[in-house]
């Protein structure tokens, strides 16, 4: 496996994209909000330990509601056939 290749297909990995433009605008935000105060060594810091934290944090938020939409379509899937069965059938003639 390549990190280069991996990179080229960052987009296609559910939940990466948006994870990581999270924990971008998140560090670099508590970079800026810093480096007045704190000097550009603590400044960078917190912005690395943001950037890491959202992005891990809003990762893994994003893999468990894809992981629970999928046990709810597999529910209804495995359920449709018994709806099926049970329903009556209507008659197509009107009254």
Request: glycine share 10%; with cysteine.
């Given at each position: ?12 990995i559910?939940?990466a ?11 670099v935000g508590?970079?800026?909000?810093l480096m007045g105060g704190?000097g550009p ?15 891990l944090g ?13 046990r ?5 899937v495995e359920?449709?056939?018994k709806?099926?069965?049970?329903e009556?059938k209507e008659?197509?003639?009107p009254?």
């Amino acid at each position: 496996v390549s990190p280069y290749e991996d990179l080229q297909r960052i987009g296609e990995i559910p939940c990466a994209r948006n994870s990581l433009l999270n924990g971008i605008a998140s560090g670099v935000g508590v970079g800026i909000i810093l480096m007045g105060g704190a000097g550009p060594f603590a400044a960078s810091n917190w912005a690395v330990g943001t950037f890491v934290l959202v992005s891990l944090g809003t990762w893994t938020i994003c893999q468990r509601n894809i992981q629970e939409e999928r046990r709810r379509v597999q529910t209804v899937v495995e359920q449709l056939p018994k709806r099926m069965l049970a329903e009556p059938k209507e008659s197509k003639t009107p009254p």
